[in-house]
């Protein structure tokens, strides 16, 4: 199975730790969602990632051995996000743009490719920078589904598409999941619209990656605790909890890990993954790691 390791990735901007150091194994046949606040550095990691952009340390692997400048390597991998595959491509008819991508990889899935079209109603004979911005997204989405590569990286691919064609986007790719074993790294802020699809959540915090688990372990160790605010202020001690609300004189505790005996006046639910995610992504990097250690995640 094909695996790919991104090992101590360390990247400053003007004296700046973005990544602090970041290490994560990404393997085949897997969805992972890259989830994390505006600018927590997602893009500069999937650019370094995709040999786009120099990190200051670090390396990453494809089975075994570095990609770096490799460009047999990097081919198994293909990121997606705002700029075009081709430099100063602006002009190209979209028809034109798609020949060009099958020139570059013989085994792009032109089938695929006159689908998507279709279903999307992309105007393959309109000039790219003609193109509004939805549908430059289409434009970049169906290039990610149709590329051979094994590795594929969306960044905030579904910017500026309406509802129905991010529906169709998220139908699309697990259609195309379901029938080629390769691995999809999505990041996205559209974190309710996605997280039924991902199997494995990488979250980016203050530098590295706070949390790498998969979406079942996260769900089966997720509550939510709801009762009177001193009752909940009772149970409280010894839990970890990773976010709270209050309506009225009702508290809500959402709780990562083993809750223990509650009593019967505080309610118990699981609690789905957007609103878990949600507050994952909200935490501080030093109260999760002091969570994990608890819990021995
Ligand atoms: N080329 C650059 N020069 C200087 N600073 C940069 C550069 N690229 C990124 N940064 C900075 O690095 C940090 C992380 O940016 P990045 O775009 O990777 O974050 P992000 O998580 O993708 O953000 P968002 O979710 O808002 O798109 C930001 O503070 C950004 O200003």
Known sequence: MTKLEIRNIQRKYSGIDVL????????????????GRNGVGKSTLLNIINNRVLPNKGEVKLDGEVIFEKDDLLAELFL??????????????????????????????????????????????QRIDKLSTGYRSILNVILGLCVPAKFIFFDEPTLGLDANHRELFYKELLDNFSKKTRTFVISTHLIEE?????DTVLILNEGVISVNETAETILEKSWALTGAIRDIQEISKGLSIVGREAIGNQQTIYVYGNVGDIPPSIQVKSVDLQKIFIELTSMKERDWREIKQSIKV
């Open 20 to 35: 602090k150091n970041i290490s994560c194994t990404l393997e085949e046949g897997h969805i992972y969602g890259l989830l």
């Open 194 to 198: 996605v997280s039924h699809m991902i």
């Open 80 to 125: 997606i996000n705002d700029t075009l595959l081709f430099n100063n491509s602006d002009h190209l008819k979209v028809n034109k743009y798609f020949k060009l991508a099958k020139s570059f990889y013989p085994d792009f899935d032109e089938a695929l490719c006159d689908h998507l079209v279709e279903v999307f109603e992309l105007d393959v004979k």
